[in-house]
């Protein structure tokens, strides 16, 4: 990571969290690190919009709201936030799903297709975006509840994708996979305080 | 004069993100909250529009716009020019996060302004 702040800057407090995060887990990847680095200025607000918009209540699945984050991070060629977000849908989708997904959208079923092609044009032409891009989605029965989370998660990505890049992240496929299966156990909004409810997950 | 980036309409998350804003554009940091809104909603207006006649320090602007429109081209060099220029590391990552919250405003602000009720 650019800053070092991020890697070993952190106040006590969180540094005991981070050693406790690795002794159940691992070492923490760069971004557990940088989100756990001054939490309440971003760390913490940003988990409990992800948490919200990936983890609460959706007529999207979990792995379909991951997918949406990692194909959201491809567009951005964003290779940690992809790769990190693939792991997660993976868990859901499997591997080959989720890699054929990314190479090509319109591998994915009806609905997430037109959520991904509507993420593609808000992110890449926002300027040009109309009410007839969110027509696909509509047509496939996505309710204006299920329209918001693709807008606020593509908005997640916009944010973390420039975040990671910019401080440059990096880690690994066997890195981001265990990292998948500890998120699977704990949500986004636990380690810093704010249990998840194990009844729903969230 | 304070600047601040649009304000965005209203989804089910909006409550989150009024959190994320109040403390990355607001909140106690190193560099001054007026800096930061000033830097959100010039990114927030270069990342709709592809440009912006917003006025932002010249010394942040090749560092902001790269940050704004390409991140995936940010270097090392890019930062330590920045450090050369007196900013700390606390600095960098506080107008960072500032650049990065005005264009994920920016998002809301196109997405859900298209998916309202016809």
Same mark, same amino acid.
Request: without cysteine; proline residues 6%.
């Given at each position: 990571m650019r800053l070092s702040i991020l890697h070993d800057g952190h106040a006590e407090a969180e540094r005991q969290g981070l050693e406790e995060w690795e002794r159940l887990a691992g070492p923490p990847s760069d971004v557990s690190l940088a989100l756990a680095y001054r939490p309440d200025f971003f760390g913490d607000p940003l988990n409990a919009w992800i948490d919200g918009a990936l983890r609460g209540e959706s007529e999207w699945s979990s792995g379909d709201r991951e997918l949406m984050g990692s194909f959201t991070a491809h567009e951005h060629r964003c290779p940690f936030c992809t790769g990190a977000h693939a792991a997660v849908a993976s868990l859901t989708f *499997? #591997?080959?799903?989720?890699?054929?997904?990314l190479a090509d959208p319109d591998a994915a079923p009806e609905g997430l297709r037109a959520a991904l092609g509507f993420i593609s044009k808000l992110v890449s032409d926002p300027a040009g975006l109309g009410r007839q891009d969110a027509e696909p989605m509509r047509a496939a029965g996505v309710d204006r509840a299920g329209l918001e989370d693709v807008v606020n998660i593509a908005a997640i990505f916009?944010?973390?994708?420039?975040?990671?890049?910019?401080? =440059?992240?990096? *880690?690994? #496929?066997e890195e981001f996979a265990r990292e998948a299966e =500890?998120?699977?156990?704990?949500?986004?909004?636990?380690?810093? *305080?704010?249990?998840? #409810?194990?009844e729903t997950n969230r | 004069m304070a600047i601040d980036p649009p304000i965005v309409p209203t989804s089910r998350h909006s409550l989150a993100v009024e959190r994320l804003r109040r403390? @990355?554009?607001?909140?106690?940091?190193?560099?001054?909250p007026d800096l930061r809104r000033q830097v959100a909603a010039y990114a927030n207006e270069l990342w709709r529009a592809g440009k912006t006649?917003?006025?932002? +320090?010249? &010394?942040?602007? +090749?560092?902001?716009?790269?940050?704004?429109?390409?991140?995936?081209? @940010?270097?090392?060099?890019? @930062? &330590?020019?920045?450090?050369?220029?007196?900013?700390?590391?606390?600095?960098?990552? &506080?107008l960072t996060l500032a650049c990065a919250v005005g264009c994920g405003l920016g998002t809301l602000g196109a997405g859900l302004a298209v998916v309202g009720e016809a």
């Open positions: *499997g #591997d080959e799903r989720v890699g054929a997904v916009v944010v973390m994708t420039r975040f990671a890049n910019a401080m =440059g992240f990096e *880690g690994t #496929d =500890g998120l699977s156990v704990t949500g986004y909004a636990e380690w810093r *305080g704010e249990p998840s #409810d194990p | 403390s @990355v554009l607001g909140g106690p940091g190193q560099t001054d006649d917003l006025p932002l +320090p010249d &010394e942040l602007r +090749p560092y902001l716009d790269k940050v704004t429109l390409a991140a995936y081209k @940010v270097t090392d060099e890019d @930062v &330590e020019n920045l450090r050369n220029g007196g900013f700390s590391d606390d600095e960098i990552l &506080e």
